[in-house]
């Protein structure tokens, strides 16, 4: 593609003609206007108006509007989906995420000719590389900090979520790294709470994670929500940097973009990207962002790991969208700038799940999060990340994990609990 | 309520049993664990889970779900749809708007148990509104440094609205100060691109403006699109100021929550918040937000201007929606401070929508912004920008506008072209 146009692939459902919807969004995302004004020239509308570069119908069927409209809504009717693709001029708004943003995902979803659209992906030219940093340490540094090789980083999520204060979290943290783990994470929901101040949290939790790596030599790495506005950010990263900290997370969704750029301008550790809030944009297949498209936005910004749920987990979403988010972390987004970045599967994990991780993403640039697989095996917590571990082995060898249990107690255990 | 408690009302629909999935949320979003973990004791729980305190069960019927799940989906099933509130300590997360967000609506719209879910509205303790500013300028700011009292500010929007030069905006600019207008904005696709630099549009809309001022006494209020990250906003609002600018636009969910109070914590002038991409945050009526939830997170950060699409407009949402967001602006948010905003009417508006929209919200305390209906009046933008005052000055004497039309010829003219 051109090194001066951006692109955005969509999916589109209307019970209109699909190429004259088509037509409007490019002109809603543009000119913006449906009435001619006066300066509007046919060449300006050629230097600046979006363009309609791919246009495929995929369905065309009779049944019900995926979304509602103010117009009246039969039953039954005609209607159209179909992929397509807008191309922007870069000299319209430069290579800023911001803007990017409500160039590739502002009003054309509110459009009543549409009764389903959904951003599939998008392409962005290289100065949009030249402009942000992306991920800094992505899998290599975050390998080199945590100082594991080879497999991927084993890990959990304090729980409960709330109502631990700092000792309380400290003591379990005490445990974890005991037991030899990689990767904690704060729960998105505990940042800064009076019950469980993040510099008390800080403080305690590190003064365990040094103690034990002055033991073991093995530091375990902890991410810490220090989810807030960026002046609350900025001194939070201080008090990181100060107990010598390796990692930091924020909910992007809560953060922003441009508090997010700000971050990773400021940061000196990998920025753990958690995702919640991530139902409410992607949870209607016709409506929203795909993965694809929306981390690579924050991708670009400068998230180093990026939540993308787990095989089989508690929540909604099916197994082919779990992988196609998990690959989607590998593909270079320039060929100056890879941005790859660490996927992140959590929920409801345990060693069933990760023969077929491994199988969908080929890779062990990755983190697995672990609660009840770790806290809740009946060999302890040291049982259950030896298990995880043996689990990768197994996979890493190609051996059938029911083979591979046969000699390794802990995760023989781990498949018989189911944790 | 409680002055420590957090309250967040929803809409849930579920093919379990109601109560149960209620239940689940409550616990997903505060102890936030499937499986019994050491440490979290009853008292524990007490102190820190979230509390249902108000089920009402709406719907119970036969149908499809209105979001798919991981599940097998059966066509048609059992559903329930019920209204409820969660209620949180504010202890847990302290006043904090981005937590705040990871708490109301993060995880739980990723729930296998639900097929559909809705954040409609939400009630926070006095803390909040201590640790935020809410709006500076709102109406009376607004009205003080637009010299417009007594009725809705008029304004338009610059279109096309990519592809102008700064020269060819502030031609525009010229022809409708002259023509009396109250209020311009920016396109939301207008920020910063090469074409039409933001400093270079600055410095000639001003020149304009300030030069019509001069000549007439009326400064009409431009609202500069300085949408950027932090950096660029914060030397964007410095050249607006040493310009003499009066507003400025910020599209906030390209900004972000971070940046937005970032934002508010150093602006010295008004910020018209653009909602573009509302559409995938609530396009689908199950899913996601509603404006009085989502827009009382921005009030609060500071916006002094919310969009809220307009009557009988060119996208799909209809009227009733329209209203209800409108009214929500001027629904007081505490007890010490109302952080009420000024509602923005857009999207295809002319003088036919001006009776219906002040029956609706029966305030004068908002900004309409008509393009076509200012720009293509057949008797010019100055005939335009008088047919809606017009417009305004019947509905406030109460006349039917076919009877104020007879000896009002503008406005005549606006009525018979249908702009």
Redesign the interface.
């Known amino acids: 593609m051109s090194q001066h146009r951006i692109e955005a692939d969509y999916l589109v459902e209307t019970p209109d003609d699909p190429e004259r919807t088509v037509a409007t969004i490019a002109g809603e995302?543009?000119?913006?206007?449906?009435?001619?004004?006066?300066?509007?020239t046919p060449k300006?509308?050629e230097?600046?108006?979006a363009r309609v570069v791919k246009f495929e119908v995929i369905d065309r069927f009779v049944g019900r509007r995926a979304?509602?409209?103010?117009?009246p809504t039969p039953d039954q009717e005609h209607l159209t989906r179909a992929k397509f693709t807008l191309s922007w001029p870069?000299?319209?708004?430069?290579p800023?995420?911001?803007?990017l943003?409500?160039?590739v995902?502002?009003?054309?979803?509110?459009?009543?000719q549409?009764s389903g659209?959904r951003l599939l992906d998008i392409r962005l030219p290289e100065p949009f590389a030249a402009a942000y940093s992306g991920p800094r340490f992505g899998a290599a540094g975050t390998r080199h900090l945590a100082g594991v090789q080879g497999r991927p980083l084993i890990g959990t999520i304090i729980?409960?979520?709330?109502?631990?204060s700092a000792q309380?979290t400290a003591?379990?943290v005490a445990k974890l790294c005991a037991a030899g783990i990689d990767f904690i994470k704060d729960?998105?929901?505990?940042?800064?709470?009076?019950?469980?101040p993040f510099n008390d949290r800080v403080a305690a939790v590190m003064r365990e994670v040094n103690a034990c790596a002055d033991r073991t030599g093995k530091k375990t790495m902890y991410a810490f929500n220090l989810?807030?506005?960026?002046?609350?950010?900025k001194r939070r990263h201080e008090v990181l940097l100060r107990h010598g900290a390796t990692c930091l997370m924020a909910?992007i969704?809560?953060?922003?973009?441009?508090?997010?750029?700000?971050l990773a301008k400021f940061s000196q550790l990998p920025i753990h990207a958690?995702r919640?809030?991530?139902?409410?944009?992607s949870?209607?297949?016709l409506?929203?962002?795909s993965f694809t498209a929306w981390s690579k936005i924050w991708r670009l910004a400068g998230a180093d790991h990026m939540h993308v749920?787990g095989l089989a987990n508690?929540?909604?979403?099916?197994?082919d969208s779990v992988i196609e988010s998990a690959r989607s972390c590998f593909e270079p987004m320039f060929a100056s700038k890879t941005c790859t970045v660490m996927p992140v599967f959590s929920s409801?994990q345990g060693v069933t799940q990760m023969p077929g991780t491994y199988a969908a993403v080929n890779t062990t640039d990755l983190i697995v999060t672990a609660?009840?697989g770790i806290?809740?095996h009946p060999g302890g917590p040291e049982a259950g990340v030896r298990a995880l571990r043996e689990a990768w082995d197994a996979a890493l060898q190609g051996v059938p994990q029911a083979d591979y249990a046969r000699t390794h107690p802990a995760l023989s255990m781990a498949m018989r609990a189911a944790?």
Chains 1, 2 share one sequence.
């Open positions: 995302q543009s000119n913006g206007t449906f009435v001619r004004v006066p300066g509007e300006l509308l230097r600046a108006a979304l509602p409209t103010a117009h870069l000299a319209t708004l430069g800023s995420l911001p803007n943003m409500a160039t995902a502002g009003n054309l979803f509110e459009l009543r549409v659209l729980k409960p979520s709330v109502g631990f309380d003591a379990l729960d998105e929901l505990q940042a800064d709470g009076p019950n469980c989810t807030g506005d960026v002046e609350e950010m909910s969704n809560s953060v922003g973009l441009a508090g997010m750029i700000e958690h919640n809030g991530w139902g409410y944009l949870r209607h297949p409506l929203g962002w749920n508690k929540f909604s979403e099916p197994d409801g609660g009840g806290l809740a944790v």
